[in-house]
């Protein structure tokens, strides 16, 4: 047994993708974005649930990632969505039909299209994120470009820059006309039938007109909202798409227990110093393990279905934790870093307040090696 396990539920998943399913309508396809480890979730494991879900495509951010994914998946089509460095001395393992490769320079296109069999092409459109693909101004001239080198071209493709941000809107609407500017320039170079994409899980909640012809849903698939602005954007615009339902738990077990006497201090730096008899457990997760250390004296894992505050600071590979108000803790107990115990749970909203970060950052961290355990 390893010092963590990592539980993934089948039927979260399964519920997540019901639910944009009904959002999204029959004409829209679902992407499952299982870029970074699927969000810290397990590359392969995710990308078999989702599969076996009924996902229609996959998303990954390199071409690692889609290689990994095809050693396994023969048949999946597989949406590569970031830059992939070192493009020209990589361009032959890119040679697969079901690769989607989405690209944001003529250069790129031309590679690719010597290949046989050629990937499917999805050139990226900078509407306002000023991060990659060609600057939606130049639509006109790219498109004429691409028209008069026959480059084979299927699919168009843009990125939200602010949709999780704010409540208001105005940024990603005028991101969504550009796009459809963009669309219909390429349209009148006889580029008619261009799979149209731009949608992640924010603005696929959130816009009926962004899903096109695929949404790319990434943190809404593990069960987590994209940000408490979609939430509440959702609410104040009258929508209600439904309940989420997180995919992961995150479990240790307690691996040592001390009575300590007042005043006793606890952890590197002494940061901590009990006030009374403090029974403390030690855990070990740390930071190595994904934990983050701003966790230190501050946040909880759940003991028995109460909450155990840490204690001092999170090291590389433990934690202490305060349980004087667990008496029946004992050694080998399951501790919950992340999920439900009881009718107690903490989420990676949770991490996210406490440490001043995104929920996406704390599922990310999470140790890659540890083995994802798959439940129904
Ligand atoms: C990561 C990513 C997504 C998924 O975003 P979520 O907010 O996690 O749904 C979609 N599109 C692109 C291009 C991405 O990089």
Not at 81 to 104: Q, T, Y
Not at 120 to 140: C, F, W, Y
Not at 143 to 161: C, D, Q, R, S, V
Not at 219 to 228: F, H, N, Q, R, T
Request: contains cysteine.
């Amino acid at each position: 047994m390893q010092s963590s396990q990592i539980y993934l539920s089948r039927s979260a998943f399964s519920h997540n993708i019901a639910l944009f399913r009904k959002l999204i309508g029959p004409k829209s396809k679902f992407t499952a974005v299982v870029k970074s480890n699927a969000y810290g979730h397990g590359l392969l494991a995710t990308a078999s649930i989702a599969l076996d879900a009924g996902a229609d495509y996959l998303g990954v951010n390199s071409l690692e990632e889609a290689l990994s994914i095809r050693r396994v998946f023969s048949k999946a089509t597989i949406l590569i969505m970031g830059s992939i460095p070192h493009l020209k001395e990589r361009v032959a393992e890119l040679a697969d039909e079901n690769f989607w490769v989405m690209v944001s320079r003529i250069e790129e296109m031309e590679l690719l299209a010597k290949l046989s069999p050629t990937p499917k092409i999805h050139l990226k459109v900078d509407t306002g994120m000023s991060r990659l693909g060609i600057p939606h101004q130049n639509a006109e001239v790219i498109a004429k470009e691409i028209a008069e080198k026959k480059l084979p071209l299927t699919g168009i493709a843009t990125h939200f820059a602010s949709t999780e941000d704010f409540t208001e809107h105005s940024h990603s609407m005028l991101q969504l006309g550009n796009f459809q500017d963009t669309i219909d320039t390429f349209a009148k170079h006889g580029f008619i039938d261009l799979i149209c994409h731009c949608a992640s899980s924010a603005s696929a909640m959130l816009f009926s007109e962004a899903r096109m012809d695929l949404v790319r849903v990434g943190i809404s698939l593990y069960g987590l909202w994209p940000s408490l602005e979609t939430k509440l954007s959702l609410s104040l615009m009258k929508k209600d798409v439904g309940m989420l339902k997180p995919a992961l738990t995150w479990k240790t077990q307690i691996q040592h227990i001390q009575n300590l006497n007042p005043g006793t201090f606890v952890g590197y730096g002494s940061t901590f110093k009990t006030t009374h008899e403090t029974r403390l457990a030690v855990v070990p997760v740390g930071y190595y393990e994904g934990l983050d250390r701003k966790l230190s004296n501050h946040g909880y894992m759940l003991v028995h279905g109460e909450r155990a505050k840490i204690l001092g600071r999170i090291c590389m590979n433990m934690t202490m934790l305060d349980i004087t108000h667990i008496p029946d803790a004992k050694i080998g107990d399951d501790v919950v870093i992340i999920g439900k115990s009881g009718n107690e749970m903490i989420s990676a909203d949770d991490h996210a307040t406490w440490t001043g970060t995104i929920n996406y950052e704390v599922v990310t961290k999470i140790l890659g090696s540890f083995p994802r355990i798959i439940e129904d």
